[in-house]
Nanobody, 120 residues
Framework: QVQLVESGGGPVQAGGSLRLSCAASGRTLSRYVMGWFRQAPGKEREFVAAINWSGSVTSYADSAKGRFTVSIDNVKNTMYLQMNSLKPEDTAIYYC?????????????WGQGTQVTVSS
């Protein structure tokens, strides 16, 4: 089992920044992918960004490119999402997840989410 705990969400004005954290604990992981997803009210959950275990490979949704940066600290077992130039449409619950077997491309464990609210 893997436990994921997100933090760092909160209210922010448009144009501002937030840094989300996702702390992982539980079983020891070797090769894995961690991702950020978000779900706005009345909308489906969507992919935001992902990073592999070494930090050498990242991917972003078009909405996140140029504004968000995903990173990972393997010593602290923590993934981060630096969000800059935030827009009201970024308002959502942000979830982190881990794919413990990247060949399946299925995220196995999820955090409880952290709310991000961007006001105009």
């Amino acid at each position: 089992q893997v436990q994921l705990v997100e933090s760092g969400g909160g209210p922010v004005q448009a144009g501002g920044s937030l840094r989300l954290s996702c702390a992982a604990s539980g079983r020891t992981l070797s090769r894995y992918v961690m991702g950020w997803f978000r779900q706005a009210p009345g909308k489906e959950r969507e992919f935001v960004a992902a990073i592999n275990w070494s930090g050498s490979v990242t991917s972003y949704a078009d909405s996140a490119k140029g504004r968000f940066t995903v990173s990972i600290d393997n010593v602290k077992n923590t993934m981060y999402l630096q969000m800059n130039s935030l827009k009201p449409e970024d308002t959502a619950i942000y979830y982190c997840a881990v794919d413990v077997n990247p060949s399946t491309a299925i995220y196995d464990y999820w955090g409880q989410g952290t709310q991000v609210t961007v006001s105009s």
